[in-house]
């Protein structure tokens, strides 16, 4: 399960209504508690992918590096990742699935339907490979 305060439920699925038609993406930040992930903040990133910003997205390397290295030092991990479907479902893509390479990370998909956040989805990327990986349906809980 993942869970999640209100305000950064909301942030999340802004950040997809602010960057329609583009997809955005993010960062969930927190700490594992058993089976469940608390995210206690979230981080916007820039999409760098200048090609097809609308159907795919990418997080810089060095950006992805700076965000895991300030949370640390407020003693959060890296538990998640965000993005949107702009006039998509809020299901994850083949594409979705290969650039996935977090285990035990989230991947949350806002889908966004006229500019509007819609349904919004969870998903934890299980496996030990990238052979064997899923990514399973996870239930969200906000509050
Ligand atoms: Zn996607």
């Not at 329609?20 to 089976?35: A, R, S, T």
């Not at 959060?76 to 390479?101: K, M, N, Q």
């Not at 989805?121 to 809980?141: A, P, W, Y």
């Amino acid at each position: 399960m993942l869970k999640l305060r209100r305000s950064d439920y909301d942030s999340l699925r802004r950040h997809g209504e602010e960057t329609y038609p583009h997809e955005c993406c993010g960062v969930l930040l927190g700490q594992m508690d058993g089976d469940q992930r608390r995210v206690t903040s979230i981080a916007r990133c820039g999409n760098t992918r200048n090609d097809s910003p609308h159907n795919r997205y990418d997080i810089d390397p060095k950006e992805l590096i700076r965000i895991q290295r300030e949370g640390r030092e407020r003693g959060e991990d890296i538990i998640g990742f965000y993005h949107s479907h702009p006039d998509h479902p809020p299901r994850w893509s083949s594409t979705d699935l290969v650039e996935a390479h977090w285990f035990g990370c989230s991947y949350v998909i806002t889908a966004v339907e006229e500019g509007k956040a819609a349904v919004t989805n969870s998903f934890e990327l299980i496996g030990s490979d990238e052979d064997d990986k899923k990514l399973l349906d996870e239930k969200i809980e906000v509050g």
